[in-house]
């Protein structure tokens, strides 16, 4: 009996090992699975008090990027010792260094919610950004995004963002949108009279707002890539639609598929995981690229 129980042990340490391991591995939070080869870049994450705590499983989609929108919004510190107001809840920066979707960060810096109200302040949120890159929360940090988001009918911009820009750590980036359909190429003559050679652009392709289809989207993906350089542009997807009485909901996986598979050889970020992709749409969407290839 003793001889049994001896030739049985070591079996059973060795399954209860696995089993133990494969918890720590594969079940607890911040050591998911590994991104997998999908057709997503990255995430986008709105930062606000109702996803202090994101959690999904955007790896699955390819994301391994994830870019933080700010971390000061209308002075509201979500890492410590930045903003002068608490969150409700402050983001647990530990856990989410650790997993799949963020292992490659760019930080947003400090912003505002009212688009107004940040371009007419533009100045000082990048004074205040300059000194945020220095306490940035536990990440490794790749790069910085200036939440001050750009289109042409903001007249002011080209006199004002390079000044602004000047004052911020690189590698840098911002977002670009262009709600009047002026055409892809007008957008790039645009920047380039006023965008800094070492700036990249996000470009919001608008048709999460139905301000374009996804096909004139990748004709304004382009027409930027041409006049900036692919290495300079990023394409944020937006993964939500409006509401009829206002506010959004998330894009169905019928709305996305065109979205994403158009801008196929572009770096792609969806705009947000946190508010609009959940697992479910995560789900759905793997499905839907196995149907499609």
Do not use: C
């Amino acid at each position: 009996m003793t001889r049994r129980l001896l030739r049985v042990l070591p079996a059973v340490l060795l399954l209860g090992g696995a089993f133990l391991l494969g918890r720590f591995l594969i079940l607890s939070p911040g050591h998911r699975a590994a991104p997998v080869d999908g057709p997503v870049t990255g995430i986008v994450w709105q930062v606000d008090d109702a996803t202090a705590k994101p959690e999904g499983e955007w790896q699955r989609l390819g994301a391994d990027h994830l870019l933080i929108q700010w971390i000061v919004v209308d002075d509201i510190g979500f890492a410590r010792g930045t903003g002068g107001k608490a969150p409700t809840q402050m983001p647990d920066w530990r856990r989410i260094a650790k997993e799949p979707w963020a292992r490659h960060v760019t930080l947003g810096l400090a912003g505002d919610f009212d688009e107004k109200k940040a371009r007419a302040n533009v100045l000082q949120l990048a004074k205040t950004s300059a000194a945020l890159a220095g306490r940035k929360p536990p990440l490794e940090i790749e790069g910085y995004y200036f939440p001050v988001e750009v289109d042409p009918t903001w007249k002011e911009a080209a006199e004002v963002m390079p000044k602004a820009l000047a004052l911020l750590p690189r590698p840098l980036w911002i977002s670009v949108y262009d709600n009047s359909n002026i055409g892809g190429e007008a957008l790039a003559d645009w920047l380039s009279t006023w965008l800094p050679a070492d700036v990249g652009v996000f470009f919001q392709d608008g048709a999460g707002v139905t301000a374009r289809s996804p096909q004139t989207a990748r004709d304004y993906a382009d027409a930027l890539a041409a006049s900036l350089g692919k290495d300079r542009l990023r394409i944020i997807t937006e993964a939500f639609r409006p509401l009829p009485n206002g506010g959004f909901r998330p894009a169905t996986v019928e709305e996305l598929m065109p979205q994403i598979t158009l801008m196929q050889g572009y770096d792609l970020y969806l705009f947000d995981g946190p508010h609009y992709l959940d697992d479910k749409l995560v789900d759905a969407l793997v499905k839907a690229f196995d149907a499609h290839e």
